[in-house]
């Protein structure tokens, strides 16, 4: 069964840091394409980063473009994204996805492109 999860939300303060990861188990090879989505309370999930297993550079959803960086380690079945920067909207849950087709044929913002999800990991930003 396969099954994603998160780890590494927490609390800080405007400016601070966090790195969250995301463990795949029961897989005999990676998904072609992982993503970060978030949704804070109230509003739609939202995506905020996808990167491919091989080939094409991430993406960022303009929020967090230069402030995020989402990374892979094949090796390890574990997905990244270290924030820096943060800021009070970045306030949310995060949420890992995965899907097992190329990336060029996934809509990367669409959440229903994604087959699996984790359970979310919490991230707060105080000002």
């Known amino acids: 069964q396969i099954q994603l999860v998160e780890s590494g939300g927490g609390s800080v303060q405007a400016g601070g840091s966090l790195r969250l990861s995301c463990v795949v188990f029961?897989?005999?090879?990676?998904?072609?394409?992982m993503g970060w989505f978030r949704q804070a309370p109230g509003k739609e999930r939202e995506w905020v980063a996808t990167i491919p297993t091989a080939g094409d550079s991430p993406a960022y959803a303009g929020s967090v473009k230069g402030r995020f960086t989402i990374s892979q380690d094949n090796a390890k079945n574990t997905l990244y994204l270290q924030m820096n920067s943060l800021k009070p909207e970045d306030t949310a849950m995060y949420y890992c996805?995965?899907?097992?087709?190329?990336?060029?044929?996934?809509?990367?913002?669409?959440?229903?492109?994604?087959?699996?999800w984790g359970q979310g990991t919490q991230v707060t930003v105080s000002s």
């Open positions: 996805a995965a899907e097992w087709r190329r990336c060029r044929t996934v809509r990367l913002d669409v959440v229903s492109e994604y087959t699996y």
């Open positions: 029961g897989i005999t090879y990676s998904p072609d394409c």
